[in-house]
């Protein structure tokens, strides 16, 4: 053991030779927590003993606090006081009341509606400190923002035994243990006598155990449990580096932590180095023939091909029809009108010469004899009377032709002998007996048909015309 720690040890020995460690004697304190449902030590998975309770809206009622709990066991628990909770119109009461043999050296308090997060009371939140002789102390929170909903607590206080003028207590502790702890750690507990360094300052503890979390410059005596042994000094002069020493035991491992949130997430690392290229494989069997995919659009038009040599000349083909007449050219100036030239004799009479081309009709002959009434037929079922369509659109009235050049008078002919006939004899003035038929008003029959009659109804007859009447 070094020299400093032997020095510590027995400066440890004569302070507590004129202070006795002590367990709730005259002077002494220690850590007390109010009773509720739920251990600390299954909330937070530690040693440490305490409980935490758990309040609903319009709670209203006194649980107790007790000190000296170790391990939970209210055996050997000491009642010390009372806890007062009231939870009521979004106010959150909280009254420590200690019995009239002690008293409040400091108050810690967590509030919350989650569990309890840490074992530690100086990190509760809500804390008291350098309470003097008072055995109450009170805290008041407005908790609307919980809208009324379950919250959590967990009550701890320091508390001391009150000292009474001239009386010494000599109860000592069940374990005292004079030795170095080394550097102060926040989740121990220390029994009395052990010693530890903590920011440069050396401190001893006098308490039976320690407040677990408390850094013993936060918990001094004579109330607290930690009396400081050497200060923290000012920094000297760097002595020589000494010999490297033997190396130590390895420690026990220490219990695990809980698991910390999870990180981002890394960068993506460099691709690692290509690896050598395999041997070749065997060549593997011929794969199914894919389905056939659908037929694609149809391409552009190719460029015209260039043309081919021409064919030999085909054998003379049969000769053609006739071709349609070719149009009319147009009717000559008229000549100038000759002498007349003498009778020559006359010659014998020729052969009779093709028909000539119909000429236009002439005026219609009178109407002949109306024939006998054939029978009436069966009268026909009535049709179902068609749509009115709609009507055209009226066309331009087209440009007045030129008048055409008349046409030689023709012949009369009786419409129904078919004899020919002088057309002075259709004049009743001539005594000829025919007169002209009267044509109803604003009928004519079709172009390329002649007046055959007009029936009882007063309509004309029409037929189409087929050759002149025979004027031999």
Not at 230 to 259: F, N, R, T, Y
Not at 288 to 301: H, I, S
Not at 364 to 375: D, E, L, S, T
Not at 441 to 455: A, M, N, S, T
Request: hydrophobic share 25%; glycine share 20%; proline share 6%.
């Amino acid at each position: 053991m070094k020299k400093n720690n032997i020095r510590l040890l027995l400066l440890a020995f004569l302070l507590l030779s004129s202070v006795n460690a002590h367990s709730r004697e005259a002077g002494s304190c220690e850590g007390a927590y109010a009773y509720g449902a739920d251990e600390l030590s299954s909330i937070l998975d530690t040693k440490k003993w305490g409980w935490q309770l758990t309040l609903k809206e319009n709670d209203n009622y006194d649980t107790p606090i007790y000190a000296g709990a170790g391990g939970n066991s209210l055996d050997k628990a000491t009642h010390v006081g009372d806890l007062h909770v009231s939870y009521q119109n979004n106010t959150l009461t909280v009254s420590y009341a200690l019995f009239n043999d002690y008293v409040l050296s400091a108050t810690h308090l967590y509030v919350g509606d989650r569990y309890v997060s840490t074992a530690a009371p100086g990190q509760y939140g809500n804390s008291h400190k350098d309470l003097f002789n008072t055995d109450e102390d009170n805290y008041e929170f407005d908790v609307s923002s919980y809208a009324g909903g379950t919250l959590y607590l967990v009550a701890y206080a320091e508390v001391c035994v009150k000292e009474e003028p001239g009386v010494k207590s000599g109860n000592e502790c069940e374990e005292i243990d004079f030795s170095w702890g080394g550097v102060w750690g926040p989740g121990e507990v220390y029994l009395a006598g052990n010693m530890v360094q903590h920011d440069g300052s050396a401190y001893i503890n006098t308490c039976c155990e320690s407040m677990q979390g408390v850094p013993p410059q936060d918990d001094l005596g004579p109330q607290g449990c930690w009396d400081l042994m050497v200060s923290k000094g000012d920094a000297g002069v760097q002595g020589l580096q000494g010999e490297k020493g033997d190396k130590g035991d390895k420690g026990d491992a220490g219990v695990q932590g809980p698991q910390g949130e999870k990180g981002d997430k890394g960068d993506k690392g460099d691709a690692g180095v290509q690896g050598p290229q395999g041997e070749k494989g065997d060549k593997g069997d011929k794969g199914d023939a894919g389905a056939q995919g659908p037929q694609g659009e149809k391409g552009d038009k190719g460029d015209k091909g260039d043309a081919g040599a021409q064919g030999p000349q085909g054998e003379k083909g049969d000769k053609g029809d006739k071709g349609d007449g070719g149009a009319q050219g147009p009717q000559g100036e008229k000549g100038d009108k000759g002498d007349k030239g003498d009778a020559g004799a006359q010659g014998p009479k020729g052969e009779k010469g093709d028909q000539g081309i119909q000429g236009k009709i002439g005026p219609i002959g009178r109407i002949g004899p109306v024939g006998p009434r054939g029978p009436i037929g069966p009268q026909g079922e009535k049709g179902d009377k068609g749509d009115k369509g709609e009507p055209g659109i009226q066309g331009p009235q087209g440009e007045k032709g030129d008048p055409g050049a008349q046409g030689a008078k023709g012949e009369r002919f009786d419409t129904i002998g078919k004899d020919k006939v002088n057309p002075q004899e259709l004049d009743p003035a001539s005594g000829g007996g025919l007169s002209p038929l009267p044509l109803p008003k604003g009928q004519l029959c079709p172009e390329g048909e002649w007046v055959r009659g007009i029936d009882s109804a007063g309509r004309l007859i029409c037929e189409p015309v087929t050759a002149a009447p025979d004027q031999s």
